[in-house]
């Protein structure tokens, strides 16, 4: 069950975001005003993100995470992390992705930053779809331990839990590349100075 758990909370996290196929056009009715130079480079960069995740290209959607955080969690563990559950045959699948807002890029003591608002829903197989008792168990936790404003629902047909959420994730581009980190993981990182000082009051 723990083992299910963390993997379910890196992928969340870090806002990783299935698609059938990664483009800005995933990316829809958002900023259409916007043609500037550091709004193109973020929707493209938004798209590989995703385009990382679909593909399951572990060391491609890692040097897209927001680099601090590694001082938390080093870059080999998390890169061993998500090789691991990416080869697994019960991997969560996240789909129905809906890139619904970016919000206009701002600057701060660093660089320029943007908060971006996704619909996402994460599907993961039952891993005893023949005990309906540890399904249920199992529906519970995750109710406990996720998002509390997911919606988390069991197909009992399929052996499947459904996972329904918004999320947020914080775009910042501080030498030229945009990387990016979750909202929530953000928030947690505040207390250990790895987040950008000018940025704390926005995210408490």
Not at 4 to 15: N, S
Not at 46 to 66: G, Q
Not at 124 to 138: A, L, W
């Amino acid at each position: 069950m723990k083992k299910y758990l963390i993997v379910i909370a890196v992928l969340l996290l870090t806002a990783c975001s299935h698609e059938p196929k990664a483009t800005n056009a995933n990316v829809v009715n958002i900023n259409k005003e916007d043609n500037s130079p550091e709004m193109k480079s973020l929707k493209e960069a938004l798209a590989k993100y995703t385009e990382a995740t679909i593909s399951h290209d572990a060391k491609t959607l890692v040097s897209f995470v927001y680099p601090k955080v590694f001082t938390i969690v080093p870059k080999e563990k998390m890169l061993e992390m998500l090789t691991k559950t990416f080869s697994s045959k019960d991997a969560p699948i996240i789909k129905d992705v809906k890139h619904i807002k970016i919000e206009p890029i701002k600057k701060y003591d660093k660089g320029i930053y943007s908060i971006i608002t996704s619909s996402i829903t994460t599907v993961i197989k039952s891993p005893r779809p023949n005990d309906s008792k540890f399904e249920i168990y199992m529906l519970q936790s995750l109710k406990r331990n996720l998002n509390t404003k997911a919606t988390i629902t069991l197909d009992k047909k399929k052996h499947t839990f459904n996972i329904k959420h918004s999320n947020k994730t914080i775009a910042l581009n501080e030498d030229g590349s945009w990387k990016f980190i979750g909202f929530k993981q953000a928030k947690q990182y505040i207390d250990k100075g790895i987040f950008p000082s000018m940025l704390i009051d926005k995210f408490k």
